[in-house]
């Protein structure tokens, strides 16, 4: 088994719906054709740089990921998560979600998070 978690580069007035609803139009495989959002890519570095999700340390014994590489598009970061994956690695995703200001989408039950 595995979990989603995706976090999303929104307004800080976005509602969660309309977090949801971007997250419907990625499902249908609609992204937006523009350059990658500065907080994306800077979450981004920070998770892989302690969690890769490319080469061999992205399926080394206790890598978090139960599938490699993240989807990555110029407005979120999909990350599917081994269900057994230590609780600190949760705690990163949340510290690194609020500390660039991105929107958390909970993919199991559908809850938006905004740690900021």
């Not at 976090?7 to 990625?26: I, T």
């Not at 014994?61 to 990350?79: C, K, N, R, T, Y």
């Not at 057994?84 to 690194?96: F, H």
């Amino acid at each position: 088994m595995s979990f989603d978690l995706v976090v999303w580069a929104m307004d800080q007035s976005a509602e969660p719906d309309s977090v949801r609803a971007a997250n419907a139009r990625c499902i249908r495989g609609e992204h937006p054709q523009r350059p990658a959002d500065p907080r994306v890519v800077a979450f981004y570095d920070a998770l892989t740089s302690s969690y890769p999700d490319r080469g061999p340390g992205a399926v080394a014994a206790g890598s978090p990921w139960a599938a490699v590489p993240l989807h990555a598009e110029a407005d979120h970061i999909q990350m599917r998560l081994d269900e057994n994956c230590a609780d600190t690695v949760l705690e990163t995703i949340e510290k690194y979600a609020a500390h660039f200001r991105l929107d958390l989408l909970d993919l199991q039950d559908g809850s938006v998070y905004r740690a900021f």
